[in-house]
Each structure stands twice: as structure tokens, then as C-alpha cells.
Nanobody, 114 residues
Framework: VQLVESGGGLVQAGGSLRLSCAAS????????LGWYRQAPGNQRELVAS???????NYADSVKGRFTISRDNAKNTVNLQMNSLKPEDTAVYYC?????????WGQGTQVTVSS
């Protein structure tokens, strides 16, 4: 499974960005798709995830601001990020989790200026 993220960039506080992740390869292995982020000096943390039944899970810090969505037919997962804050600045990674394995994308930088 290969994952390619897009949509990162620089935005002012209060603005919005939409991240996309396209999966290719043996996508039938994928159960859960998720977005993680890692800021300098911090551990990588879960932002949001969605399973095949569209059950979603969000970090408390992004609830009400971020929305994750998934298109199983297109093998894509998106993260709509609204009301961005400087503390949302990080490299955002897409992760695909199967029954016995998982895969990471290369990451996309999101920078929120104050």
C-alpha cells in the first residue's frame, strides 16, 4: 500500500486547509485510515481516524474544528481543518491500518501563523 498526501501549506490563524491522502496498491488490506501529526520535539499523535463503516475518532484538541472523511471507492481520506490555530502547526501524516500491518505516507507540512 502506498499513501500520498497533499494539501498542506501556510495559513493564518483562523483559516482553513484541506488535506487529502490517496491510497494505491492492495487497498483491500486497509481497515482504518487516519491522520497523525508531529510537531518539532513532540511525539507523533493521532488527529483523527475513520474506519470502513465511517466510524470516526478525533483528538480532543481538534473536535469541532476538524472533519475526517473517506471515499472507499476512490481510496482517499480527507481532513478538513477549520479554525486553525498556531498549535496545529506540524507535519501531518496519513496512516493506513490493516489487520496485521500499517503504512505511512511521507507527510505534509501545515504551518499556522499567528
Amino acid at each position: 500500500v502506498q499513501l500520498v498526501e497533499s494539501g498542506g501549506g501556510l495559513v493564518q490563524a483562523g483559516g482553513s486547509l484541506r488535506l487529502s491522502c490517496a491510497a494505491s496498491g492492495d487497498t483491500s488490506r486497509i481497515n482504518v485510515l487516519g491522520w497523525y501529526r508531529q510537531a518539532p520535539g513532540n511525539q507523533r499523535e493521532l488527529v483523527a481516524s475513520i474506519n470502513r463503516n465511517t466510524y470516526t475518532n478525533y483528538a480532543d484538541s481538534v473536535k469541532g474544528r476538524f472533519t475526517i472523511s473517506r471515499d472507499n471507492a476512490k481510496n482517499t481520506v480527507n481532513l478538513q481543518m477549520n479554525s486553525l490555530k498556531p498549535e496545529d502547526t506540524a507535519v501531518y501524516y496519513c496512516k493506513a491500518t490493516g489487520t496485521l500491518d500499517y503504512y505511512w505516507g511521507q507527510g505534509t507540512q501545515v504551518t499556522v501563523s499567528s
